[in-house]
Structure formats: C-alpha cells, structure tokens
C-alpha cells in the first residue's frame, strides 16, 4: 500500500521555526514533483512549494524567503523547513507526491496532514 505519512507539525510562538517532514512507502517506482500544500479554517487548500526530481522549487509569494523546501531522493522524502513563522501561516500542512507505483503511472498522492499552529 503506497502511502505518504507527514511529522514535524505542532505549536509555535510567532517567529519561530518548524520542519515538516513526508516519507512515502509502498511499491513506489518513481517519484517525480513533490509539494506542500496548506488548508487554514475556513479556506482552500493552496500550493506552499513544490520541488521537482532534480531539486528546482518554487514557493507560494507569501512563504518566499521563509520557507525552504528539499528532498531526499534516496529516502523517498521532502522536507520543508518553516522559519520566521506568522499566525497566518497556521493550518493543516498537506504533502502531495506525483508517483508511479505498482498500480498507477504519474498519480498524485495526498498524506493526511500535520497540524502547524503558531501563536501571537
């Protein structure tokens, strides 16, 4: 059963720093873009930032300059590190990997969320 599992959410004081974590499993053949996205209450889901297979990113203009995002390809894991932290930046953090697996060629899978929650 191919599976994305996110870590690394929790509470944070405003100006403070997080990293979020997102290991996929199962038979996975390959791995090709792999993003965050976020859902705070009361709104859609949005792009954070999406790394491709060989390492180029792009990032939402509200996180750029705060938030980093990286993978390693051997461990079939994206991280994103989250400095410099706003109560806007509280939601649910989701991470999106496009895959082929034993079952489906290039489709996107979704991990359950991490909580982010960072106070004023």
């Known amino acids: 059963q191919v599976q994305l599992v996110e870590s690394g959410g929790g509470l944070v004081q405003a100006g403070g720093s997080l990293r979020l974590s997102c290991a996929a499993s199962g038979r996975i053949f390959s791995i090709n873009a792999m993003g965050w996205y976020r859902q705070a209450p009361g709104k859609q889901r949005e792009l954070v930032a999406v790394?491709?297979?060989?390492?180029?990113?792009n990032y939402a203009s509200s996180v750029k300059g705060r938030f980093s995002i990286s993978r390693d390809n051997a461990k079939n894991t994206v991280y994103l590190q989250m400095n410099s932290l706003k109560p806007e930046d509280t939601a649910v953090y989701y991470c999106?990997?496009?895959?082929?697996?034993?079952?489906?060629?290039?489709?996107?899978?979704w991990g359950k969320g991490t909580l982010v929650t960072v106070s004023s």
């Open positions: 999106n990997a496009e895959m082929t697996t034993s079952d489906y060629y290039g489709m996107p899978y």
């Open positions: 790394i491709t297979r060989g390492g180029s990113a």
